[in-house]
């Protein structure tokens, strides 16, 4: 039955079905007669209602002040059921935030950190097993991921790095000449763009942009798939996360990266190259007939290795918190921003390690 309510000398009577389905219609209007009602003092009659659930029984309460009416008549169940209402809080309490703690802060820091290693030690492992099994089953290899992989982190990347590889060289080729200028060491600065760009600064480059773009593209893409539950779907048709959407991204990064920090060393030299012969005056063909004598092969070696280091450590940053975003956007914006922060600590701590392991290495000794 439809509510109503029905106001006469101080006194309001009630009738019909008070639910939420029944009162949405006329909401608006209820709720302003209620008001009226309630401003005037009275008696309520509550004993015609028919059925009363919480949404009605809250409405109520509010149009009474939080306070039982001087006279009311009502059966004893809904009396029950508006007991229940006004024994609920006015407003929830508001928890103190706790004061800021350093100690406490710290360990948390920590705690995260170490939680953090644990998740990738189980993925490296589940990458390992995986790896084993479709070594024993070739056919179920995800190449047509893998190929897709490849061309998004790899050759989509190409002109970006080009650019900012060509600016690099000219930058360092520039800045490096006016200070050989003064000690008429001119000639060396061939050893300078060699081995800084091919040794450390191609491949550290190269790494801080692709963990910026490909990287977190990676952690977008599988958080993405949580927040649709596409992991959670692979997972019910028996198809394995790792396999599928892991190990692709990996190997393919691992694959890419070395080639595109050749690429970028590659045109970074001929930036420097260029600024040598407008700062210099040398020539490109002193300079290519200088790089082989004056920079070791082996530093190209140290620079394709640290590329395929540095692939392996992005990916594997960003798989990991890929698959820890949570189903809501918040979760989804901060496990990216982590993963481009860990991804780029990652890699200049393990170029420290390079440097320190093979710091006898491709170093020419006069």
């Not at 019909?16 to 389905?21: I, M, Y």
């Not at 200028?181 to 190269?206: C, H, T, Y």
């Not at 892991?246 to 260029?274: E, H, N, Q, R």
């Not at 600024?275 to 300079?287: E, K, N």
């Amino acid at each position: 039955m439809t509510p109503q309510l029905q106001m006469s000398e101080g006194r309001a009577a009630l009738s019909g079905d008070w639910t939420l389905a029944a009162l949405l219609p006329q909401l608006d209007h209820l709720r302003r007669q209620l008001e009226q009602a309630g401003a005037a003092p009275g008696a309520w009659d509550l004993s015609q209602l028919e059925r009363l659930d919480s949404a009605a029984a809250v409405l109520l309460w509010r149009s009474w002040g939080h306070a039982w009416p001087t006279e009311l008549t009502i059966l004893p169940l809904h009396r029950r059921i508006l007991a229940r209402v006004a024994e609920l809080p006015t407003a929830l309490p508001v928890a103190a935030s706790p004061p800021f703690n350093p100690l406490t802060a710290l360990g948390g820091q920590v705690l995260r950190f170490f939680d953090n290693a644990r998740g990738m030690v189980i993925l490296f492992g589940r990458i390992w097993l995986d790896l084993a099994y479709l070594a024993r089953h070739p056919g179920e290899f995800p190449w047509r991921e893998l190929s897709a992989n490849i061309y998004k982190s790899g050759a989509q990347a190409l002109p970006v790095a080009a650019l900012v590889g060509f600016l690099i060289g000219v930058t360092l080729s520039y800045l490096s000449a006016l200070q050989l200028q003064s000690f008429g060491a001119d000639i060396f600065i061939v050893n300078i763009l060699g081995i800084s760009i091919i040794r450390e600064l191609g491949p550290v480059l190269v790494a801080v942009l692709v963990a910026g773009r490909s990287g977190s593209a990676m952690t977008a893409q599988i958080g993405v798939m949580r927040v649709t539950e596409e992991i959670d779907a692979l997972a019910t048709m028996g198809v394995s996360r790792s396999q599928r959407v892991v190990l692709p991204k990996i190997i393919g990064l691992t694959v890419a990266m070395p080639l595109v920090v050749l690429w970028t060393s590659a045109v970074a030299l001929f930036g420097g190259m260029l600024a040598a012969l407008a700062q210099l005056d040398l020539s490109l063909a002193y300079f290519i007939e200088s790089l082989p004598r004056t920079v070791p092969v082996a530093n190209l070696y140290i620079g394709l290795g640290k590329g395929v280091v540095f692939g392996f450590v992005i990916a594997l940053v960003a798989c990991h918190f890929g698959l820890r975003v949570r189903p809501d956007t918040e979760s989804l914006s901060s496990n990216t921003t982590r993963a481009v922060v860990t991804a780029i600590t990652s890699v200049i701590l393990a170029d420290a390690l390079f440097a320190v392991f093979t710091r006898h290495i491709g170093v020419p000794t006069l």
